[in-house]
């Protein structure tokens, strides 16, 4: 069964620092995603990395895949406020479509 | 913009009662789920379908049923409720194939099993 693992689960950082959030997982598959859950909230999709060495960018957030290394990462660049949520990555298989997630990553940036 | 649209948004159950969670989607998507959300655990697959008529378990299937008689609709069922199940639900759906999989999901349901 595929394992994903996120790591740190917690993270407390202050306003304009920067910080990696890793994601391994333990099987081939070269769809990985990242999404983004508010307290109290749904999730909502942030990237889609479809191939090996995809990276893309969104304002203060940048994900990447390396799936000869199982690994992802989401780096936070300048943290404001408004980007404390939890964080999670999830890899597919190709059967079936189905997903597997990770633990998540609780981020709080202090004011 | 309905999307994924899941009710109820909250319940709580006395052991041994049953219930439904419906999901109801409008994006015309052929494959869609239901995980469980638990602190700590991130979100683990209950049962997913990739098709009107088709249903199969994911990691956590015991104590629950679904069926998916219309496109659009997967039904989550608990058939004697335990307090094991206390959780937050949440249905999503997907395109099939030539889509990116991105997954689509619904606000949650929150159930409490007393």
């Known amino acids: 069964e595929l394992k994903v693992e996120q790591n740190p689960l917690f993270l407390s950082m202050q306003e304009g620092k920067n910080y990696t959030i890793y994601c391994n997982y333990s099987t081939t598959s070269d769809r990985l995603y990242w999404y983004r859950q508010d307290p109290g909230k749904s999730l909502e999709s942030l990237f889609v990395l479809l191939s090996n060495g995809a990276v893309k960018q969104e304002g203060r957030l940048m994900a990447s895949l390396d799936t000869k290394a199982r690994l992802s990462t989401l780096h936070i660049t300048a943290a404001v406020h408004d980007l404390s949520a939890t964080y999670f990555c999830?890899?597919?298989?190709?059967?079936?479509?189905?997903?597997?997630f990770g633990s998540g990553t609780k981020l709080n940036v202090k004011p | 913009n309905a999307g994924v649209t899941q009710t109820p948004k909250f319940r709580v159950l006395k052991t041994g009662q049953s219930m439904t969670l419906l999901c109801a989607q409008d994006?015309?998507?052929?494959?869609m789920y239901w995980y469980r959300q638990d602190p700590g655990m991130g979100l683990r697959l209950i049962h997913y379908s990739v098709g009107e008529g088709t249903t199969a378990k994911g990691e956590v299937p015991d104590g629950y049923n679904v069926s998916r008689l219309k496109k659009q609709n997967f039904l989550l069922g608990l058939e004697s409720a335990a307090p094991s199940q206390t959780s937050v639900y949440f249905c999503?759906?997907?395109?099939?194939?030539?889509?990116?999989?991105?997954?689509?999901f619904g606000e949650g349901s929150r159930l409490t099993v007393l």
């Open positions: 994006m015309n998507h052929e494959y």
């Open positions: 999503a759906s997907s395109l099939e194939g030539a889509g990116t999989g991105e997954l689509f």
């Open positions: 999830a890899v597919d298989t190709y059967n079936f479509n189905k997903f597997y």
